[in-house]
């Protein structure tokens, strides 16, 4: 014989620690099974743990357009490689879409044989739908916004610096906004304030010249 005494008192403390998180937690057999579905995972979708357990997540609870790649997110875990902040929609037992960022971990036995999957969620159909009000007001507003990234290239463009510079938003995103659309003459200074910028330090009421797609020079105050 064997005392697990101690082991049967820690899994069911593990148990009921998942059970009551106030994050949703689910978890998957090596055949993508349902094993674990924690209080909070019931909540935010809807399907009571008699409704899921056994079934398959991927095939009967996500969207058709993401199946593969959430199924591709459990494989790896299934071969041990983690994934961390993997956005995909649920769709609830009352039909709503929720916006869903996984972090799926490998689950092992005793022995440090691969069991299965769990994935602990967040709800981020908030953030999500913030995000899109925000890109709204941007593209909307009734003054030239850009964005750049880190290396410079435009990923912001909104109408009203469309209708000023003449540039389409397909013919800006992923050029490089000095290089491609600042006067020669400027393009060092614009550079340095777009690196100050990327350091935390802003620049207010800077001038300099953009030249538009029709060869008309506009001067252009600069936040």
Known sequence: ?????????????????????????????????????????????????????????????????????????????????????????????????????????????????????????????????QEREYSKLIDTANAPIFGVDTEGRVNVWNQCAMKLVGYSTEEVMGHSLVKEFITEDYQVSVQGVLDCALHGEETANFEFPLITKAGARIEILLN
């Open 1 to 129: 014989g064997q005392d697990i005494t101690g082991r049967i008192a820690q899994e069911r403390e593990y148990s009921k620690l998942i059970d009551n998180a106030n994050a949703p937690i689910f978890g998957v057999d090596t055949q993508g099974k349902v094993v674990i579905w924690n209080q909070c995972a019931m909540r935010l979708v809807g399907y009571s743990i008699d409704e899921v357990m056994g079934k398959n997540l991927v095939e009967e609870f996500i969207t058709t357009e993401y199946r593969t790649a959430v199924k591709a997110v459990l494989d790896k875990a299934l071969r041990g490689r983690e994934t961390a902040n993997f956005e995909f929609p649920l769709i609830t037992k009352g039909g709503a879409r929720i916006e869903v960022l996984l972090n799926a971990t490998t689950r092992r036995d005793e022995q440090g044989n691969v069991i299965g999957v769990v994935g602990i969620g967040q709800d981020i159909t908030g953030r999500i739908a």
